[in-house]
């Protein structure tokens, strides 16, 4: 049985815990967040999801993984 994307349910990639969309949308936010803190300096982890969130610029997919995050205590880790 195929494991199910957990921001989406469609198939997850092998090995993984999200589909290939919302893995690239998850590297992307662990990217952009250490960006974040080297150009404005401190930003909790949360307050830059919510920063994300409320952004018109962000994308869709973004957006969801980003409140995935918050709403599940979900631990992140660079891939």
């Keep these: 049985m ?24 998850y590297l992307n936010i662990v990217k952009a967040y250490e960006e974040w803190k080297k150009a404005y300096g401190e930003i ?10 409320e952004a018109k610029e962000s994308g869709e997919a973004v ?11 979900f631990k992140v880790r660079k891939e």
């Design 2 to 25: 195929s494991k199910k994307c957990k921001a989406c349910n469609n198939e997850a990639e092998e090995n993984g815990e999200f589909c290939e969309l919302h893995k690239l949308a």
């Design 44 to 53: 909790s982890f949360n307050e830059f999801l919510r920063k994300i969130i």
């Design 63 to 73: 957006k969801e993984i980003a409140f995935y995050i918050m709403k599940n205590n």
